[in-house]
């Protein structure tokens, strides 16, 4: 069990490592990456030209707090962070699936990110 969660890390990080030679996000169109685990989502927007976090949102937060780690839930965090980067005037984005692949929970997000008014 344990050698094949890690053969399974292992591979995500070769993934997010080939997309991340690609991506980069700037002050006009930062870069929306995606963390999930089997508890919580979590959701940044970087400026990757200064180094800065724009805008966030994650399960961990106390008013969050009641969202799952679900396909519902992630498209439900999508909105609000999608709101969060038109109340900053961010309206695109680059999406960064974090070498997770694209479907589940990260489709969900990006949908609901997309439902907000982001687009990418």
Do not use: C, W
Not at 13 to 18: E, P
Not at 43 to 59: E, Y
Request: proline content about 2%; cysteine-free; glycine content about 10%.
């Amino acid at each position: 069990m344990l050698r094949k969660m890690l053969e399974k890390d292992r591979k995500r990080l070769s993934r997010k490592i080939h997309i991340r030679k690609i991506l980069s996000g700037t002050a006009e169109k930062p870069r929306m990456t995606v963390t999930r685990s089997n508890k919580n989502l979590s959701i940044q927007v970087i400026d990757d030209t200064k180094g800065h976090t724009l805008a966030s949102a994650s399960t961990l937060e106390k008013e969050l707090n009641g969202i799952k780690p679900t396909v519902s839930g992630g498209a439900e965090l999508g909105e609000i962070m999608g709101k969060r980067l038109l109340e900053k005037d961010i309206k695109t984005i680059v999406f960064d699936r974090n070498g997770y692949l694209y479907h589940g929970v990260v489709k969900a997000i990006a949908d609901g990110a997309r439902k907000a008014g982001v687009e990418f």
